[in-house]
Every structure is written in C-alpha cells, then in structure tokens.
C-alpha cells in the first residue's frame, strides 16, 4: 500500500486526518519521501507525521510505553538476527530465500523505525545480542538449517507477543491498530519461515523440530472463549491448529533472556 492511499485509509476513522496533517502536506510528504526515499523509509516518515497529528509521544501512558518498548526490544531483536545474518558471506546462498529474508529485514528494520519514532525520548537503546543463545545455537551464522530454525523461533514468538499484549494497548486506538498491523506482517513471517524449513505455515500441538520447548507452550489448546475447536470429524491435531495461543510478557522474556548478551 502506497503513502497515499495509507493516508486515505485513516480519514476512514478520522475524517479530520488532513487537518491534523496540515503542518506536513500531502504533497510535502511525498515530495520528502522522494527526496530521501535511499535513506528513510516511508513508514518512520509516516510515523513522525502521525507523531506530530496525535502527540502520541507526549501523551502515551506509562503501561503502553512499557508495551511499545518490550515490541520494540523484539524489532531490535529480529532486525539484528537478519541484518547480520544477510550480510554473512556463504551463509544464505538459495537466491528464493535470500530475496524472502531480504524483504523480512526491510520489514524488521521499519517496524523498529516505527516504534522509535512513536516512542521518542522514551524508547530504549538497541541491547546487545548473543545469537548462539548462550551455546545453544554455537553455528547461528554457519549453519543455514540452524539459522533457519533460529529465525522460525523468533517469528513464531513475535506472533505470540503482539497477541498476548494487545489487551494493554485498548485504550489508544492508533496504536493499538499499529501493532495489529505489525502483528499480521509478523504472523506472515513465520509461515514463510515454516515453509522454507519445509513444514506447514501454522502450529500443529506444541513442538517443532529443533525449537526451544517454551516458544509453543500452551499452543496445543482447542478450547478459546469457551468455544472448542474440537468438532465432529476434526481430530485433536487439527483442533490444535485452528487459534494460536498468546504468550505473557514474562514468558516471552524468558525465551528472549539467552540471546541477551
């Protein structure tokens, strides 16, 4: 979707969105976006408009601070992971895949750009990494089936994340449909990065080859809001298939905690 036709969905829900935008134009939006399309991206310019039309940096809550910064750990988290394993020589040699991780990577590093922007002053720092996990993946960036299941942890835990923390994001519309939006790319993420390995786009129970255990804990559920998924004819592995399951804050962290240098 292109500048213009972004700015024509939000005067859908608010028909006072060019008002809002008066101090950056239509034109002069795109005129910058021209000027500076090698080195900004449209979304943080788009970002930084929608900053200065609904003060959203100024005026967040604590709590959904608290949201956008743990997002944003997880973009700085996966933004990293490809942008160093893109650039290592010998690493990413089928020329499918590559295009696939270059076009995630693009996508990892705008929604960091994003939440930064929104965040302001009170966005934090990019932390250190250690991608072998603490030894668990010792050959993250030699090994491509390794790196592959890496990337697959991470996608299918940023999926359950955005999820598990969109309940906190309920009384800001604007950013709760900003993570929503983050959460389908995610979620389109994963289901390349499955396909890739070659297994299904979705979760089947709570295991996958070669994953840490805790990034599907609780997925092999059928029951959701008192509605199973369990009908007549539909066995219990694709019952399982049907939602995926959040993860708390808490949980996310501890799967996070060993890639934390």
């Known amino acids: 979707m292109n500048l213009q036709n972004i700015i024509s969905e939000i005067e859908k829900v608010d028909g006072e969105v060019v008002d809002r935008l008066a101090h950056v134009s239509r034109r002069s939006m795109f005129n910058m976006i021209g000027r500076k399309a090698a080195a900004v991206a449209a979304p943080t310019v788009l970002a930084s408009a929608l900053n200065k039309a609904y003060g959203q940096a100024a005026g967040l809550n604590p709590d959904i601070i608290d949201v956008l910064n743990f997002a944003l750990t997880l973009e700085y988290l996966e933004a990293e992971f490809?942008?160093?394993g893109l650039d290592m020589p010998g690493l990413i040699t089928d020329s499918a895949a590559r295009i696939a991780f270059t076009q995630i990577r693009k996508h990892e590093n705008a929604h960091v750009?994003?939440?930064k922007s929104v965040l302001g002053s009170a966005a934090i720092a990019k932390p250190a990494f250690d991608f072998t996990a603490k030894g668990m993946f010792p050959d993250i960036f030699k090994n491509y089936q390794t790196y592959l299941t890496?990337?697959?942890a991470f996608?299918?835990?940023g999926v359950r994340?955005?999820?598990g923390q969109a309940p906190r994001l309920m009384s800001n519309d604007a950013i709760l449909?900003?993570?929503l939006q983050i959460h389908s790319v995610e979620a389109r993420h994963a289901a390349k990065v499955r396909d890739l390995r070659g297994q299904k786009g979705w979760i089947t129970g709570n295991q996958s080859p070669g994953i840490p255990p805790q990034v599907y804990a609780g997925d092999e559920a059928v029951k959701h809001l008192e509605i199973s998924a369990l009908l007549p004819g539909?066995?219990?592995e694709n019952a399982t298939?049907?939602?995926d399951e959040i993860l708390t804050k808490e949980e996310i962290l501890a799967i996070v905690k060993p890639f934390l240098a």
């Open 150 to 152: 890496v990337s697959q």
């Open 177 to 179: 449909t900003a993570a």
């Open 113 to 115: 750009a994003v939440l």
């Open 241 to 243: 298939e049907a939602w």
């Open 161 to 163: 994340a955005y999820k």
């Open 155 to 157: 996608e299918d835990t």
């Open 82 to 84: 490809y942008n160093v």
């Open 234 to 236: 539909v066995p219990y």
